[in-house]
Nanobody
Framework: QVQLVESGGGLVQAGGSLRLSCAASGSIFSINVMGWYRQAPGKQRELVALITSSGSTSCAGSVKGRFSISRDNAKNTVYLQMNSLKPEDTAVYYC????????WGQGTQVTVSS
C-alpha cells in the first residue's frame, strides 16, 4: 500500500504560479511512475504530467511550457510547478503513483481567477 499526501493548492490570479507537492509513504520501494491528473467540474479526469523513477517526463499539450514536473526520490515526493496559470487550469489536482497498482491522492483544489 502507498499513501499520498498532497499540498500546495489554492487561489491565484491568472498569470500567477503555484507549486503542488505530493509525499508518498508506505510501500515506497515499489514506486515507479509518479504524476498529476486533474478534473475540472463537469469534465473527465485528465493527465497533466508524469515522471518515471529514472526522471523521464511527459505532460499534456495544454500545459507544456507552463508546467513542469520533478521528483525527489530521497523524499519520495513529486512536485508540479505551475506557471502562467490560466482560468482553464482551474480543477482538482490529484497526485498519482503507480506501484504495482494505481494509487491516488485525495485531491487539492486549484482555482485561477481571471
Amino acid at each position: 500500500q502507498v499513501q499520498l499526501v498532497e499540498s500546495g493548492g489554492g487561489l491565484v490570479q491568472a498569470g500567477g504560479s503555484l507549486r503542488l507537492s505530493c509525499a508518498a509513504s508506505g510501500s515506497i520501494f515499489s514506486i515507479n511512475v509518479m504524476g498529476w491528473y486533474r478534473q475540472a467540474p463537469g469534465k473527465q479526469r485528465e493527465l497533466v504530467a508524469l515522471i518515471t523513477s529514472s526522471g523521464s517526463t511527459s505532460c499534456a499539450g495544454s500545459v507544456k511550457g507552463r508546467f513542469s514536473i520533478s521528483r525527489d526520490n530521497a523524499k519520495n515526493t513529486v512536485y508540479l510547478q505551475m506557471n502562467s496559470l490560466k482560468p482553464e487550469d482551474t480543477a482538482v489536482y490529484y497526485c498519482y503513483v503507480f506501484a504495482s497498482n494505481d494509487y491516488w491522492g485525495q485531491g487539492t483544489q486549484v482555482t485561477v481567477s481571471s
